[in-house]
């Protein structure tokens, strides 16, 4: 339902699909007007229903199960605000229209004594750098889970991330002054 059309005059709520109508000394005619409404079906989140061509409708994606996070959202993106944001906007075509929230699996990344731990996805790159080591020493080499580290032996460098939690640490060697006397 859409609105009441006619001799609106005497109709209580032109809005109302059900209302009263005060009748006049003369015949009213009134007439029920619907507008087409189409579905929206959000998979994977909320926000799925039935609603009219050009209407704002808010969609959220459901929250992300434990080890994996939001990636984008698929299927009629042409009609988002932002098909790379959890939570969006589809402003609805005339046209029944369906949308899926797409979730990618995270694995943990442990630096040691240096920066870059975090979660991260199958095949990202992540700088990790080394904490400038204590008096008396120097950067050696980063150890523990190596295979994916672009340089072990710089103290800031990349690491490909697998499909498995990664834990690496940033180690030191101790400096020491060789005296020659002659």
């Not at 109709?11 to 015949?27: L, Y």
């Not at 984008?72 to 959890?86: D, E, K, L, V």
């Not at 460098?157 to 400096?175: E, F, H």
């Amino acid at each position: 339902f859409d609105r009441w059309t006619g001799d609106t005059a005497f109709v209580g709520s032109v809005t109302s699909p059900s209302t009263t109508v005060t009748m006049p000394a003369a015949a009213v005619t009134v007439t029920a007007t619907y507008l087409d409404v189409y579905t929206l079906t959000v998979n994977g989140g909320a926000g799925g229903g039935a609603y009219t061509n050009g209407q704002q409708v808010s969609i959220a994606a459901a929250p992300p199960a434990p080890g994996t996070i939001f990636l984008r959202w698929t299927g009629a993106t042409a009609y988002m605000a932002n098909p790379a944001a959890s939570n969006t906007v589809v402003t609805m075509p005339a046209a029944d229209i369906a949308v899926t929230a797409t979730y990618v699996n995270v694995y943990a990344l442990t630096v040691t004594s240096g920066s870059g731990s975090g979660s991260y996805t199958n095949g990202q790159v992540v700088a990790i750098a080394a904490n400038a080591p204590g008096p008396g020493k120097i950067f050696y080499r980063w150890t523990g889970s190596t295979a994916n580290v672009a340089d072990q032996a710089a103290s800031n460098t990349v690491v490909t991330m697998p499909a498995a939690a990664v834990n690496l640490t940033a180690t030191s060697l101790d400096v020491y002054t060789l005296t020659v006397n002659w």
